[in-house]
């Protein structure tokens, strides 16, 4: 079976938003609940769950 390829998508933590391959921007509600360390974790659950990414792609935080 071929596996499916990955995606990085990015989090910036100041900006309070996601920016999906695709080029669609998705804002965080509540992103003051957690670290900018725990985000990208707790960001891939949740967007794998709601469907804006799949289940081999993964959020990785921006830092400037």
Do not use: C, Q, W
């Not at 995606?7 to 920016?19: F, L, M, P, T, V």
């Not at 804002?27 to 804006?52: C, M, Q, W, Y």
């Amino acid at each position: 079976m071929a596996e499916l390829a990955s995606n990085i998508h990015i989090y910036d933590h100041e900006k309070a938003r996601i920016y999906l391959e695709n080029g669609r921007e998705v804002k965080v509600n509540n992103h003051e609940k957690f670290s900018s360390d725990e985000a990208p974790e707790l960001l891939t659950r949740i967007a794998r769950r709601k469907g804006f990414i799949s289940a081999n792609d993964v959020i990785a935080t921006f830092s400037a």
